[in-house]
């Protein structure tokens, strides 16, 4: 049997985290976090779920992540943006059915770290429609389970510096990442389609089995 596992990177460096215009892209646009221009030109197994048994003999289909939009994106901004993670990945599936045996595995299975978690949820089902003779397509998203969030800024309040998490906040991503939501959330909130982008919305509706996992505490959550 063919077993795949498919690793939606959370970034080579430490946090791949998200960016959301100029001002907070500005710090990632020349490191791992937004250019693979230093990327080589191969490496070995991710550090994730696919090291371990039993999957440490399944063949891994690699995501790399720096476009700093959950592989969300598919826009270029006229200030030369790439925000094109959902783009990236409809170009590394189409490669892979056409130059491996992906198209007739008997199990894949769609996992990924922090913002790989985020978009290994959002993208499970788009996956999942583009292998549609797999018998088996399960998703096991890793600290990718976030929730909108309001912000507590009283007495003794902390910050992570990173982009903010409040629902609110994702319909301005949305437009600037040129977000492809999950179809069938997309349709069900109308003009509010923008929320699927949020893990608690969009789980509901994914046809793909979802395994999550979860720390009862999140660090990065805690500092917003």
């Given amino acids: 049997l063919l077993r795949v596992a498919i690793s939606v990177e959370p970034s080579r460096a430490k946090g791949g985290g998200e960016c959301v215009d100029d001002a907070t892209c ?3 646009l020349h490191t791992d976090l937004g250019s693979s221009a230093n990327w080589p030109p191969s490496r070995g197994r991710p550090a994730d779920i696919t090291r371990a048994a039993p999957f440490s003999n399944w063949n891994v289909l690699y995501v790399p992540y720096c476009t700093g939009d959950l592989h969300y994106g598919s826009r270029v901004t006229p ?10 990945l409809e170009r ?3 490669d892979a059915l056409n130059e491996t045996a992906i198209g007739s595995a008997d199990t894949v299975i769609i996992s990924g770290e922090s913002a790989g978690g985020l978009g290994c949820i959002q993208n499970t089902d788009y996956i999942a429609d583009k292998l549609p003779s797999v018998s088996h397509v399960f998703s096991v998203p890793i600290a990718g389970f976030y929730f909108g969030q309001q912000i507590y800024d009283g007495p003794g309040h902390t910050s ?7 629902t609110q906040a994702f319909q301005k991503y949305a437009t600037e990442w040129g977000a492809v939501p999950h179809k069938q959330c997309a349709a069900a909130f109308g003009r509010d389609a923008w929320k699927c982008l949020m893990t608690a919305n969009v789980v509901q509706y994914l ?3 979802v395994f999550v996992v979860e720390a009862q505490t999140d660090q990065v959550v805690l500092m917003y």
Wanted: proline content about 8%; aromatic content about 8%; charged content about 10%.
């Fill in 26 to 28: 500005a710090g990632r």
């Fill in 207 to 209: 046809s793909v089995p």
């Fill in 79 to 88: 200030s030369g943006l790439h925000f094109t993670g959902h783009s990236n």
């Fill in 160 to 166: 992570g510096g990173l982009p903010s998490f409040e």
């Fill in 92 to 94: 590394i599936l189409e």
